[in-house]
């Protein structure tokens, strides 16, 4: 079967206006299976954000191809869902509001759904409020329901749950998997949190410090259903987590000097 | 009363303190008056300079009981605001639409950017001798003046609103199936839009003062004209009268946009006491 997803060789170097351009990532070649939960791990500023922008379309690739769902991505892709790491949701509109507005676009209005939806995610008291009244943990929750409520069969998730306190974070990463759970959906999902990725996917993919690439990729051969608190203790998942971190440690160094030089 | 009852802890003080500031205030406002009044019983400040509130007061009563009919006061204040709310709508329209043109057009953005800048430093005051040779003493050069101060207000608020809309926002939606057009509706219109209303209250005053200041300059009509005839007469009475007329209209149409803006800003966090 065609993976989901596809990046061959894929390379994207960044020209901001009056500073010298630099490469965020180079030759890349990712190929995530259809169904497959995929975190990508790496150093700050290793570029695995750039991943989603290409993947989504919201960046063009300087270099290389990228295949979504079987055609090459050329624009702005509408049939992923894609979960920002900063709040995205429209401020002036309520979560109702907010969740509806993908049903809107495609001229579509159905009410009940949206409803359905943020009834799911545990947000059904708050519906009419706005996003200043909700908690961090909660506004994450209206923008999973927001990119649900077109079923989307790939979700891209960019640091979801990176500004949230620990507890919070753990309870997210939870109902993530129970969402996910028999959906099908491909996810690929970027972290820092070397912990995280390994509770939630499948299989994690390593990377270098800037410029990206691709260092190493561990398959993840832990039961599901899991909970995301209490698999950290598994003998599998230590073992797993000393190996991973032997990789991502070194970039951790790396980037974290290259941060210093750069003052 | 128990420590923890946080419902008594917070509400009570909080109203108690807030009379206690309006009392401060009122006592602040009095004496002041006050003050005014006693220095000019006692000689100390000149009534023919400085007049006196028991002096004006009576004055702007008067006005008001002359009624209606040619050079009254109630069309001296319905001109200087229907200037005033000319000057503001059509200052406004101007700045938002120009705001936002020159935003999403990155090269009419940078090609008008001197120009703009050139004509934002002016001090905008010294255009009303301009504007009354050019449009006479009628309501267009007071308009004109009043636009000239809103546009600039407007234009840079939507300007800078729609050039640093968060881009989280606008990805959000393109990947969520926005066409173009709904980028502008959903995103960056209401982002323009908060900016403006924030901008509101300060657009109106100027566009106020920009009517009175035209007025005095020259006119035969409104607030200001009133005050630049008391002076001509030596009438400091009379000049304080419009003075305080012009102060309490300010005040009130500020108190009204304060009701808008509040309405319109509902999706807004408040800041919490």
């Not at chain 2, 703009?116 to 308009?143: E, T």
């Not at chain 2, 102060?247 to 009204?256: E, F, K, P, S, V």
């Amino acid at each position: 079967m065609a993976p989901a997803i596809s990046l061959r060789d894929v390379a994207k170097v960044y020209r901001p206006p009056r500073k010298r351009p630099y490469l965020a990532i180079e030759h890349v070649d990712l190929d995530i299976p259809a169904g497959r939960f995929v975190s990508v791990v790496g150093p700050s500023g290793c570029g695995k954000s750039t991943l989603l922008g290409l993947v989504s379309g919201l960046l063009p690739p300087t270099v290389g191809e990228v295949t979504l769902l079987g055609s090459r991505v050329t624009g702005v892709r509408t049939d992923v869902g894609f979960i920002f790491q900063r709040d995205a949701l429209l401020p002036w509109r309520t979560v109702r509001e907010n969740v509806e507005l993908p049903l809107r676009f495609r001229g579509e209005r159905d009410p009940a759904r949206a409803k359905e939806w943020i009834v799911r995610v545990g947000l059904g008291p708050f519906i009419d409020n706005y996003p200043h009244e909700l908690s961090g943990g909660m506004r994450k929750r209206a923008q999973l329901a927001q990119s649900l409520v077109r079923d989307p069969s790939v979700l891209l998730m960019d640091e979801p749950f990176s500004a949230l306190d620990v507890q919070t974070r753990n309870l997210m990463e939870n109902e993530l998997l129970n969402l996910w759970g028999a959906s099908g959906k491909t996810v690929l999902f970027i972290t820092h949190d070397l912990e995280e990725a390994i509770a939630l996917s499948d299989e994690i993919v390593v990377m270098t410090a800037g410029p990206g690439t691709i260092k190493a990729r561990y398959p993840v051969a832990l039961p599901r259903p899991r909970n995301v608190t209490e698999i950290r203790f598994a003998p599998e998942f230590v073992a797993l987590y000393e190996r991973a971190w032997a990789d991502l440690r070194d970039e951790v160094a790396r980037s974290y000097k290259r941060s210093l030089e750069a003052g | 009363m128990s420590t923890l009852d946080l419902t008594a802890t917070t509400a009570v003080p909080l109203t108690r303190r807030t009379w206690f500031i309006r009392t401060i205030q009122l006592a602040v406002i009095a004496f002041f008056i006050g003050a005014w009044e006693v220095l000019g019983q006692a000689g100390i400040l000149d009534k023919f300079y400085y007049s006196r509130p028991s002096l004006f007061v009576p004055r702007i009563g008067g006005w008001f009981a002359e009624g209606l009919g040619q050079g009254s006061i109630y069309r001296d204040i319905g001109i200087t605001l229907l200037e005033t709310i000319l000057g503001f709508v059509i200052g406004t329209l101007l700045g938002v639409a120009i705001g936002y043109l020159f935003a999403r057009n990155e090269l009419l953005g940078k090609a008008f950017d001197p120009l703009l800048s050139m004509f934002n430093a002016i001090p905008r005051l010294v255009l009303a001798p301009v504007f009354i040779l050019a449009f006479g003493i009628d309501l267009q050069s007071k308009v004109a003046l009043g636009v000239t101060l809103v546009f600039f207000i407007v234009f840079f608020a939507t300007f800078t609103a729609i050039r640093d809309v968060d881009q989280t926002l606008v990805d959000n939606v393109r990947v969520l199936g926005a066409r173009r057009r709904d980028v502008t509706s959903q995103v960056l219109l209401p982002a323009a839009f908060s900016a403006i209303v924030a901008s509101l209250r300060t657009s109106a005053g100027f566009a106020f003062a920009g009517a009175v200041v035209a007025e005095y300059i020259g006119s035969n009509a409104g607030l200001g004209r009133r005050i630049a005839t008391a002076e001509a007469f030596f009438d400091s009475t009379g000049v304080f009268g419009g003075i305080v007329l012009i102060a309490a209209l300010a005040l009130l149409l500020d108190a009204g946009l304060q009701l808008a803006e509040g309405a319109f800003s509902r999706w807004k966090p408040r800041r919490e006491h």
